[in-house]
């Protein structure tokens, strides 16, 4: 074991769903990963298709920097429709 | 009003309180509680951001944690948080390989082709939930091969009691019964731990374990309608189970090193003896319905306490056990080594292809 690579395993429960982050695993090459995600993460039908990848390719956000890395969404609120007065009797809005 | 007596009666599980009691027998509510904790975690998730400065690292740790929020991995966290994480993660995680052992063991004498089955997906689960449990402790910063360098090195311990030897198929009953069991009232309020990986593991684990209690409940309750001689075989490992199920919740409260830093950080939310004494309170009914004896002449209901008085287990067996000198301690240990030795070729034959069908894109 001499340090295989880490994939991250991403599942879609079902049609019409998103693939969601749901763990991770170790394995000499991707095509292993999916294989072996396949045994680890969906023994009782849990998806429909998988994604492994390598967690080396991931490039994160830091909990350090979160306030200053998401605070420019703090103030526009005008992004929301519910920021916005309807005059009474618009329909369909 | 009809009675609802049928297992296919499908009212059973809509209505009544989320919460079972004790009384709520093999059924009963350990499958409920683990999808409110995960409720809980989706609702925790939801009050928005814990207010406070993520700079002032001790005071947003512990906002955090006071709002019943998990800390995720790239978060601040006080070192011996982490360092008591890896410990339980990583013993948790060696418990749940070297537990594949004793039942493995049985899958080529199990009494028939479904039981074989049965069991096979069983010993295949221990090995996912050591998979899930190593990858929770990975994010902590310690690496898959230290992990597994510290169990066969002995410098990590896995749990008690897979060091009892499996001597009779019903030992396969007992061990679903019992310490799976066991191991479901120990493990269901780790589901709420303050960790998000830890939680998130044994919210899949604690799903996947009922199945387990259920098939070896189903074991015992065939061989106690069985045969005479297969009854008494169903006692007989009850008789040699039950105590070292006992001790798996650990030394009395009073004995117990690790507990109370570990209530404050949520990630333990009940002492040993109120789980050990949750988990007597199940089995007497069960028991019960199995037709067979908990070997314990002390044990009756306290009405006062509203809880049964049980005799403790051998606690001076269970330090034996943890040392080493348990029963199985040395077959275990090797086993485990050997396997991991053998499966050496495997492992560098795989790293071999893989490196050498990467040389083949790069050129």
């Given at each position: ?26 394995a ?20 429909v ?33 519910t ?6 009797g618009?329909?369909?809005? | ?58 005071d ?14 790239r ?54 939930h ?44 007992a ?54 001689a ?14 070292p ?21 949520k990630?333990k ?18 028991a ?25 287990p ?31 070729w ?9 490196a ?8």
């Amino acid at each position: 074991m001499n340090g295989e690579p880490l994939f991250e395993v991403f599942v879609r429960p079902r049609r019409g769903l998103s693939h969601t982050h749901v763990g991770s695993l170790h394995a000499p090459d991707a095509e292993l990963a999916l294989r072996n995600a396949r045994d680890l993460y969906t023994r009782r039908e849990e998806g429909v298709s998988i994604w492994v990848v390598a967690a080396t390719a991931i490039t994160a956000s830091s909990p350090d920097e979160k306030d200053a890395f998401f605070d420019p969404a703090a103030d526009k609120v005008y992004r929301h429709p519910t920021f916005y007065d309807i005059p009474d009797g618009a329909k369909h809005l | 009003m009809l009675a609802c007596v049928s297992r296919s009666c499908n009212t059973v599980g809509v209505y009544g309180n989320d919460f079972a009691g004790p009384d709520a027998g093999p059924d009963g509510g350990l499958l409920r509680q683990v999808e409110a904790a995960e409720a809980a975690l989706r609702a925790a998730a939801l009050h928005g951001r814990v207010e406070g400065d993520p700079a002032a690292l001790q005071d947003y740790f512990d906002a955090v944690i006071a709002a019943d929020q998990k800390i995720e991995p790239r978060d601040w966290m006080p070192d011996a948080y982490r360092r008591g994480l890896v410990r339980q993660i990583a013993q948790h995680a060696h418990s749940e390989i070297i537990g594949m052992q004793p039942e493995g063991s049985w899958i080529t004498r199990a009494p028939s082709l479904k039981r074989k089955a049965i069991l096979l997906a069983k010993v295949q689960d221990e090995a996912g939930h050591g998979l899930y449990l190593y990858a929770a402790a990975e994010t902590l910063g310690v690496t898959r091969e230290e992990l597994v360098g510290l169990l066969l090195d002995g410098r990590q311990k896995y749990s008690s009691i897979f060091n009892y030897p499996t001597l009779t198929w019903a030992d396969i009953g007992a061990i679903g019964w019992l310490v799976d069991g066991a191991a479901i009232v120990n493990q269901v309020p780790l589901c709420r731990c303050s960790y998000g990986p830890y939680a998130r593991a044994m919210i899949r684990i604690c799903k996947e374990e009922s199945f387990h209690q259920r098939q070896g409940y189903e074991i015992l309750h065939t061989l106690s309608h069985g045969t005479p001689a297969q009854h008494e075989m169903a006692q007989d490992a009850i008789d040699r189970w039950w105590y070292p199920s006992l001790a798996m919740f650990g030394p009395p409260d009073t004995d117990s090193t690790h507990s109370e830093q570990s209530m404050a950080w949520k990630i333990k939310r009940f002492s040993n003896d109120e789980l050990r004494q949750r988990f007597v309170d199940m089995c007497v009914q069960q028991a019960g319905v199995l037709g067979l004896r908990i070997p314990d002449p002390d044990l009756r209901w306290n009405d006062e306490r509203q809880e049964h008085d049980f005799s403790a287990p051998d606690f001076d067996e269970l330090m034996r056990v943890i040392k080493g000198d348990g029963p199985c301690n040395t077959e275990r240990m090797a086993y485990r080594r050997r396997a991991h030795s053998e499966g050496a070729w495997v492992r560098e034959a795989a790293a071999a292809y893989a490196a050498k069908r990467q040389e083949a894109v790069a050129v």
